[in-house]
């Protein structure tokens, strides 16, 4: 991992620190969080964040500033959208994204 994504996942440890049930997971070359097995957000080596917003928040997320479709490969991952570091640097920018994830994953079921 890089410093960029050790430092975004610090931050979003520290978000996620009062919640029961979040688990951190090394996925995509960083770290992933979850919620009773659900991915609320992951973080990737370059210090973007892949943020799950599910199908129905989708076109919404992607009509945000430096938010891009999340490619893995040749696929598309629908529901999921990645977005640019830069973006994110501002706390409040972070949190935003971190509680409208959280939402979602709150929203499923338990693996």
């Known amino acids: 991992m890089s410093e960029a994504s050790d430092t975004l996942a610090d931050r979003i440890r520290e978000h996620f620190a009062p919640l029961p049930g ?3 997971k090394k996925m995509f070359g960083g770290s ?3 919620l009773d097995g659900n991915m609320v957000v992951a973080v ?7 943020a799950r917003v ?3 928040g989708y076109e919404a997320a992607l009509a945000r500033p430096g938010c891009t479709p999340m490619i893995m490969g040749e696929k598309t991952m629908s529901g999921f959208v990645a977005v640019d570091g830069e973006v994110i640097e501002d706390d409040a920018a972070l949190v935003a994204w971190l ?3 959280l939402a979602f994953a709150s ?5």
């Not at 929203?107 to 693996?111: A, H, N």
Request: charged fraction near 30%.
């Open 54 to 56: 599910g199908k129905d």
């Open 22 to 24: 979040l688990a951190e």
């Open 107 to 111: 929203s499923l079921p338990p693996k």
């Open 44 to 50: 990737m080596k370059e210090g973007a964040l892949i």
């Open 32 to 34: 992933a969080f979850m």
């Open 99 to 101: 509680n409208e994830c």
